[in-house]
């Protein structure tokens, strides 16, 4: 026999309510279930039936929170995963919400890298996408999937663009060209460009300034 002997207001979140069983903290519920189940102290209670409520109230919390973050920008699951853990989730909890959320295509790592590419493109090399998607818990295979989609030519565009934005800022406080030539290479390969392309772009961007 189980027996509720106290009910406390979580300090934290007013809305959820710590119970005990024969003085020991048992679990949260919100306060929505506490009245919905009649809940009291000195009431005997179902441990078995009030588990499972427990542990679905927080699935439904934990699936709201997901649905927060993916609201305010679009994550990868390890990111979603991470921020959950960081909230004190249950694993199982987790892994739930993410199901939720890959059913209804609320996250998609394939998409994900698509979009990141794309984006990333315009400001950044190969080299460096891939470091931060590495990071963001995208497997390799899905990263170089995407990579191998970009030729020399799509990468200079944007190095281009880059390197003479960065050349002209140089030019304010650097009138030595050799300096101001490894200065500009050096910050592309910072963004992540590869040797060969970030030298490329270098002689071209100063070459045309002699001109």
């Keep these: 026999m189980n027996i509720i002997t106290k009910l406390e207001i979580g300090k934290r979140n007013k809305e959820r309510i710590n119970v005990y069983i024969d003085d020991e903290f048992a679990f949260s519920l919100s306060a929505e279930i506490v009245y919905k189940e009649n809940l009291a102290p000195k009431k005997v209670i179902d441990i078995e039936k009030l588990t499972r409520l427990a542990r679905e109230d927080e699935f439904m919390k934990c699936k709201n929170s997901a649905l927060k ?122 963004k992540g460009y590869n040797y060969d392309l970030a030298s490329d772009v270098m002689k071209e961007v100063v070459k045309k300034d002699e001109y």
Excluded: C, H
């Design 69 to 190: 973050i993916v609201e305010r920008s679009y994550k990868t699951e390890k990111e979603i995963y991470n921020k959950l853990i960081a909230k004190e989730y249950s694993k199982e909890s987790i892994n739930r919400a993410i199901e939720f959320l890959r059913e209804y295509n609320l996250i998609n790592d394939e998409n994900y890298v698509k979009m990141y590419v794309k984006d990333k493109l315009k400001s950044q090399g190969k080299n460096k996408i891939k470091y931060n998607l590495k990071r963001k818990g995208i497997p390799d295979e899905l990263i170089n999937e995407e990579l191998s989609k970009i030729d020399y030519d799509d990468s200079k565009d944007g190095a281009i663009i880059l390197a003479q934005k960065k050349y002209n800022e140089l030019q304010r406080r650097e009138s030595d060209k050799y300096k101001l030539s490894q200065k500009l290479y050096r910050f592309l390969i910072s």
